[in-house]
């Protein structure tokens, strides 16, 4: 049995820089016709030089025309109007971090008061430009994310004509969010499909599932999975796969993200099967939506999976994946073009 | 400035065995008088033969009279009263783990049918042994002993003249549970006195404050807090303090525990100093309210703590303790005998 997805994109994806960039960039374009590529860099990308050199590097090293970085601008309240018109054909969206909430993350924004982030984000409304949050704040790291939650209503509400994404949301408040306002729009990994807190902390501590957001209680992670699986029109793939070389990981201070790019469309494939949901709601999740939401038309590519078992790799490179050395239900078949 | 604690006692201990014994023991017997010792070696302490065997292995790592080990044994509902008999002068308590919970517990109870533990209970009552059990469900994480706490309640009520001991607490529900039945009592570790999850997992991953049960929320940790701070009668110092070999923490799959036995008493000392506490309340949390719970008269000894900062060792052997490296506000001084 063997199912196809057309055009996967990944709506939210970390391809680092140099040797990390050439080692994992490759296994994203691959299997997907594109991916909105984080501005997390260090020093963050902020202008259009820096992306439009960083967007050089990431086809340097995926060598194909076949993928498309969709490229991102780390967010300052400080951009003006005409600084955002000069960005606008290089950016896919831009990308707030609450400052020091996650990796490479210090310059972000501090407090959210809206007079102060009103010309931005308004010239941004104008200019049609996504905003993608990633929404934590620095409380109890279980509750981050739903303490969030009135902020991102508070921006949705003094800007109802921006389209803002909450990133890789991990908790039913973000999910109930999803309906109570028209411009809010979220991605979901698919480890957060698939795990919780008692995966990386239940048993044994498991760091490499430890992420940020931290995965959450059964019933988030209950949420998240009811619009994925409907194929929840406000609602896309973003894997937030996360590359760290395996010491970084393995060591005193765990870093956080979870390397799920090589797999990610076959793990989908599985628990979408699993749960009883049709090939067309995945469609959505991996592809369709994103094309709605940022209105972006990627290149035909034709992914086939099939109900193969897939043992993933111990490591690729220096990265240690998700599931590494056990079993997986899906293989990557093929992948056709045109 | 200097404080002096009489007798302390390490209500809740591992020491291991072998090598890891030799190692860990002495720092035990060096600052406190005794210390309840757990039984879940592999395989558990089950029978008199290896209560006594295992005592005089811990007597000799520790080469001191200084020190009681007050035995336990890996409770077995199977164990009949001419058993439990013939074992009451050497244990202290018998320890309950609910099977499979935490380090070498997969032979402890399923499910908790009072029908069944009668018998053993019972015995247990009449002889005045007390039951110390590891109280957690299979459930989620963060609700594992909260979950358990109506299974304390159900022992609490059917054996009222057993004293039960709730191991390592760590939560509000546990410390509610206490002044509801008269014969709940409770020992509370020095780490779950200062972090919570968020120090666990809020910023890097943290693999030396990974323990089972796993640091809760700040109301939890504010609730432990007050009965230790107040030296409630019924809540005790246990430290819980657990040694793994380095390499066993900072791996792929990291064992919980946290090692504190050779800092316990300097943290105790700057906790209580810093919430305002009395050295009085310290002294009955770490030795006068455990000698009253069991009717244990250890060996005098005074622990002179002074307020000089100590720098943690990176390591005891191969053990990397909590706050490794780190500077904590209280030194050892000096232990004076009789």
Same mark, same amino acid.
């Given at each position: 049995?063997?199912?196809?997805?057309?055009?996967p994109?990944?709506?939210?994806?970390?391809?680092?820089? +140099?040797? #990390?960039?050439?080692?994992?960039? &490759? =296994?994203?374009? *691959?299997?997907?016709?594109? @991916?909105? $590529? !984080?501005?997390?860099?260090?020093?963050?990308?902020?202008?259009r030089?820096?992306?439009?050199?960083?967007?050089?590097?990431?086809?340097?090293?995926?060598?194909?025309?076949?993928?498309?970085?969709?490229?991102?601008?780390?967010?300052?309240?400080?951009y003006?109007?005409?600084?955002?018109?000069?960005v606008?054909?290089?950016?896919?969206?831009?990308?707030?971090?609450?400052?020091?909430?996650?990796?490479?993350?210090?310059?972000?924004?501090?407090?959210?008061?809206?007079?102060?982030?009103?010309?931005?984000? +308004?010239? #941004?409304?104008?200019?049609?430009? &996504? =905003?993608?949050? *990633?929404?934590?704040?620095? @409380?109890? $790291? !279980?509750?981050?994310?739903?303490?969030?939650?009135?902020?991102?209503?508070?921006?949705?509400?003094a800007?109802?004509?921006?389209?803002?994404?909450?990133?890789?949301?991990?908790?039913?408040?973000?999910?109930?969010a999803?309906?109570?306002?028209?411009?809010?729009?979220?991605?979901?990994?698919?480890?957060?499909?698939?795990?919780?807190?008692?995966?990386?902390?239940?048993?044994?501590?498991r760091?490499?599932?430890?992420?940020?957001?931290?995965?959450?209680r059964?019933?988030d992670?209950?949420?998240?999975?009811?619009?994925?699986?409907?194929?929840h029109?406000?609602?896309?793939?973003?894997s937030?796969?996360?590359?760290?070389?395996?010491?970084?990981?393995?060591?005193?201070?765990?870093?956080?993200?979870?390397?799920?790019?090589?797999?990610?469309?076959?793990?989908?494939?599985?628990?979408?099967?699993?749960?009883?949901?049709?090939?067309?709601k995945?469609?959505a999740?991996?592809?369709?939506n994103?094309?709605?939401?940022?209105?972006i038309?990627?290149?035909?590519?034709?992914?086939?999976?099939?109900?193969?078992?897939?043992?993933?790799?111990?490591?690729?490179?220096?990265?240690?994946?998700?599931?590494a050395?056990e079993?997986?239900?899906?293989?990557?078949?093929?992948?056709?073009?045109?």
């Open positions: 049995m063997s199912i196809i997805l057309h055009a994109l990944d709506m939210h994806l970390h391809l680092r820089d +140099e040797k #990390m960039l050439a080692n994992i960039a &490759p =296994l994203s374009s *691959h299997t997907f016709s594109g @991916g909105l $590529v !984080m501005p997390n860099l260090v020093p963050p990308v902020c202008s030089e820096e992306i439009i050199a960083y967007k050089e590097r990431i086809l340097k090293a995926i060598g194909t025309d076949r993928f498309t970085p969709y490229m991102t601008l780390f967010f300052k309240p400080t003006d109007r005409s600084f955002l018109e000069s606008k054909d290089e950016v896919t969206a831009l990308k707030l971090y609450p400052a020091g909430i996650t990796t490479n993350s210090e310059g972000g924004v501090s407090g959210f008061d809206i007079e102060e982030l009103r010309p931005a984000l +308004e010239a #941004m409304s104008d200019l049609e430009i &996504p =905003l993608c949050i *990633h929404g934590e704040t620095n @409380g109890f $790291v !279980m509750d981050r994310e739903a303490q969030f939650v009135p902020i991102y209503e508070k921006l949705a509400s800007f109802p004509k921006l389209k803002i994404i909450m990133e890789h949301i991990t908790t039913k408040a973000s999910v109930e999803l309906d109570r306002f028209k411009n809010l729009y979220a991605t979901i990994t698919v480890h957060h499909l698939i795990i919780t807190l008692d995966d990386v902390a239940g048993g044994m501590l760091p490499h599932l430890f992420c940020k957001p931290i995965a959450k059964p019933e992670k209950e949420a998240l999975l009811k619009v994925a699986l409907e194929g029109p406000k609602v896309m793939f973003g937030d796969s996360a590359p760290h070389p395996q010491h970084a990981k393995e060591s005193c201070g765990c870093a956080a993200g979870v390397f799920t790019a090589p797999i990610a469309l076959q793990l989908l494939a599985e628990l979408f099967e699993k749960e009883g949901a049709s090939v067309e995945l469609q999740f991996v592809s369709d994103a094309q709605n939401i940022y209105g038309t990627p290149s035909s590519k034709r992914i086939v999976l099939e109900r193969t078992p897939f043992k993933v790799p111990d490591m690729y490179h220096d990265v240690v994946p998700m599931y050395g079993e997986i239900a899906y293989s990557l078949k093929e992948v056709l073009y045109a």
